[in-house]
């Protein structure tokens, strides 16, 4: 088991897409009250005094949208400056993201994620959903954005969806041929999306890479990442690809990380909440630190146990019906 130092932080479950693997159209969501959100000062009262204690020293921000976020740059700088701070980095879609780059940059983030689930503007409409139209243009500019700002590594998260961007898996993985970006193959997952999964499946990883290997062959990469993503290069490539195989090749034995949603609520995993800790409530309701890293003590001595596949659902389909967004990215 791998120590468990990264901390993945919802900063708003809140979202200006609405993807079909996420939030398909009809989904209708209880959005958490603004009062009922962690405040800033309470986050950095959270990982001052009790995540950074018991041994957290990597931070990513995700949402829902992180840059919805009111005041997010500052709350970046405050985290990214604290002498314990060995990691900062953020899950975006990206539509936001290029007028304040540069300002994130200054502010210490250094490295970025950006969902881009496909190259072809029609394609992009349809899985983000409809009332979206036309914003394809300013990811792709969030994208340039943040690559000359120098963001390293910069990543592009791509969830490959049967049927509707699988087609395209060998134009995303030429992006890595020139220029140092890491895209990364996500297999589809059983996550709030619907009928949508149970319609459409999911590809393996390994059929990804045979894909890419026909066409130009494939070598496993030198380069490391922080989470669970297998890392291969097309030879002579720039960049790297990578492959989260959540669904064909479990990795929970690797998993170094918790998660902490925009109401302050510590999961230990993806999709199974065994031990999950309701922090903003305890804060308000007078309990310690002290005895707050020692709830989180034992949560981690009971991580290895939990498995997202052995989750319970709640229903016959296997579908797990919260959102990403409700989850905490």
């Not at 060995?86 to 950006?114: C, E, V, W």
Request: with cysteine.
């Amino acid at each position: 088991m791998n120590q468990v130092d990264y901390l993945r932080i919802s900063l708003i479950d809140r979202c200006n897409f609405r993807c079909q693997y996420c939030m398909p159209e009809g989904t209708e969501l209880d959005y958490i009250f603004k009062q009922n959100l962690l405040t800033d000062e309470e986050l950095l009262t959270l990982i001052t005094e009790v995540f950074i204690p018991v041994g957290f020293t990597r931070f990513r921000l995700t949402g829902g949208e992180p840059l919805l976020r009111p005041q997010v740059v500052e709350l970046v700088r405050n985290i990214a400056s604290l002498p314990e701070t060995q990691d900062m980095s953020m899950t975006t879609n990206g539509f936001l993201l290029a007028p304040i780059a540069q300002s994130l940059y200054d502010a210490g983030l250094k490295r970025i994620n950006i969902s881009l689930d496909s190259l072809d503007a029609d394609t992009f409409d349809l899985i983000i959903g409809n009332r979206g139209r036309g914003r394809w243009q300013a990811v792709w500019e969030g994208i340039q954005a943040a690559y000359q700002v120098g963001f390293n590594p910069l990543k592009l998260n791509v969830v490959v969806i049967p049927g509707v961007n699988d087609s395209e898996i060998l134009d995303l993985a030429a992006l890595t041929i020139d220029k140092q970006w890491h895209v990364r193959f996500i297999e589809f997952m059983p996550i709030g999306n619907g009928d949508l999964f149970s319609d459409r499946g999911w590809i393996s990883s390994e059929e990804l890479r045979q894909r890419i290997r026909n066409r130009w062959g494939l070598t496993e990469s030198q380069v490391r990442g922080n989470g669970p993503a297998d890392i291969f290069q097309i030879p002579g490539a720039k960049g790297t690809l990578g492959f989260i195989s959540q669904m064909s090749e479990c990795f929970c034995d690797r998993c170094n990380r918790m998660r902490l949603s925009a109401d302050g609520w510590l999961r230990p995993c993806l999709l199974n909440e065994t031990g999950q800790i309701d922090l903003k409530g305890a804060l308000n309701g007078g309990v310690s630190t002290a005895e707050l890293r020692q709830q989180i003590k034992h949560l981690l001595t009971i991580k290895p146990e939990i498995n997202f596949k052995q989750r319970d659902s709640g229903n016959s389909t296997g579908i797990y019906t919260r959102t990403m967004s409700q989850i905490g990215g």
